[in-house]
Structure formats: structure tokens, C-alpha cells
């Protein structure tokens, strides 16, 4: 039984954090996965998220996200630390929850690494894809809901909270990681589908939820036999 690998990605303050939640939440409740899980069809369902899926990770994360500014993370070094948490990750978490047949949810995952290291910080994306593909084994995300939201905005949407590290970086950074994940969409429209992020957190939500129920039907034909 294989499960399926959901991830969310966007920019700062695109709302993928929150969006990953409430499906998480809805689809707790969901009739259909409730149907998938009796059947033996789908494992469970869990949420996690990069940098920081495993106890590694939340070490990590802290050393990326909040490290202090006045001693700054060299670029390859904080590509690297990705490719550490996401090695760490894949061998920990996600693997052996999809193996149980899990949906599994994640916040960020290698389009967010693409986007930041090799658009934002403008590092060699093709090593970024070598790293990736040695941090990941070859394990991709079965459905990519990227919220496109202009970088301006999204930063504009920060300002109640303490900024971390990459947060602080300049509007250009930003809006050339905006462009990278809109040149990685175009690039995989058969596994990236762009979600209208500037609307309301309620609307953007109620799309994300059709989508899945979409998924649900190509996923899970109802003429398959349970454990097909």
C-alpha cells in the first residue's frame, strides 16, 4: 500500500501554512477518507513540514530560521542544511508514512529549495536538482498545491509577526523566488497546480478542498478493488 505525498508551497506570506492545516482538518472529517482508511485503502493521515519534520529538523530549522543576522549563513551552507533536513526527513518521516499507505501533508518540499536557493539566492540549479534528488531518493510529491501570491503582498502580510531570517531578505530575493516557482509550474503542470492565493484564506481554502476531491476520484476509482 502506497500513500500519497500532498505538499504546499509558496512564498512568504502566502498562506500555505494555514491552507495545509484547514485541509488537514477538513479531511480528518472527510466521509470519503473516512470510506478510504475503512477499506484499507488509505493508512492515515499526518502533517509535517521542511525544515523541521524530525527532531534533526527542529534543530535545523532553528539554525536557518532564526539564526542570529549579524553572523550570516553563507548561501551553500544553508543550501546544504536543506539537503541535511530534507535527507533527514524522507528517511524518517515521509517514507515510512507512505509506505503505510499515509496522505501525507507537507509545508515545503524541493520546488521551495529550487526556488529559494537556486532563483533567490542564484546558486546552480542543476546541482540544487543533483542534492535533491540525493536528500529525496527519487520521492516526489504526488500533488503540489503552490498559492501564488505577488511577493509584495505576501510580505506586506507579515508585519504583525517577528520576520525569521529569510523573511528579512530584500524584495528582489523575494520576488525572484516568486518567479522561480512560477517558472517550476509551468515547467511541471502535471504535478504543480497553481491555487489563486491573493483571495480570501475562506475562498482559497474551498478551492483547495475541490481539488482533493477531484484527486480523491482519479486517485480512487470506484470500480478498483480495495488494496489494488
Given at each position: 500500500?502506497?500513500g ?42 499526518m ?33 546544504l ?42 546558486l546552480?540549479?542543476e546541482?540544487?536538482r ?12 504526488d500533488?503540489?498545491l ?26 528582489a ?56
Amino acid at each position: 500500500m502506497t500513500g500519497k505525498l500532498i505538499v504546499f508551497e509558496g512564498g512568504e506570506g502566502s498562506g500555505k501554512s494555514t491552507q495545509l492545516q484547514r485541509l488537514y482538518t477538513w479531511l480528518r472529517e472527510s466521509p470519503q477518507l473516512k470510506q478510504l482508511q475503512a477499506s484499507g485503502r488509505v493508512g492515515g493521515l499526518m502533517a509535517t513540514r521542511e525544515p523541521g519534520g524530525t527532531a534533526l529538523g527542529s534543530q535545523l530549522r532553528q539554525l536557518l530560521l532564526d539564526h542570529d543576522s549579524t553572523a550570516p549563513i553563507d548561501s551553500r551552507t544553508e543550501l546544504l542544511l536543506y539537503a541535511a533536513d530534507r535527507a533527514q526527513h524522507v528517511a524518517e518521516t515521509l517514507r515510512p508514512a507512505l509506505e503505510k499507505g499515509f496522505w501525507v501533508l507537507c509545508d515545503r518540499y524541493t520546488d521551495s529549495t529550487l526556488a529559494y536557493q537556486g532563483y533567490g539566492r542564484q546558486l546552480d540549479r542543476e546541482l540544487i536538482r543533483e542534492l535533491n534528488q540525493v536528500a529525496t531518493g527519487g520521492l516526489e510529491s504526488d500533488l503540489t498545491l503552490w498559492l501564488k501570491v505577488d511577493a509584495e503582498t505576501g510580505l506586506s502580510r507579515l508585519q504583525q509577526r517577528q520576520a525569521d531570517r529569510i523573511e528579512q531578505s530584500s524584495l528582489a530575493f523575494h520576488q525572484r523566488v516568486q518567479a522561480g516557482f512560477e517558472v517550476l509550474a509551468l515547467a511541471h503542470p502535471q504535478r504543480i497546480v497553481t491555487v489563486d492565493g491573493s483571495r480570501s484564506e475562506a475562498a482559497v481554502a474551498v478551492q483547495i478542498q475541490s481539488l482533493i476531491e477531484t484527486q480523491l476520484l482519479q486517485w480512487y476509482p470506484q470500480n478498483s478493488p480495495p488494496n489494488s
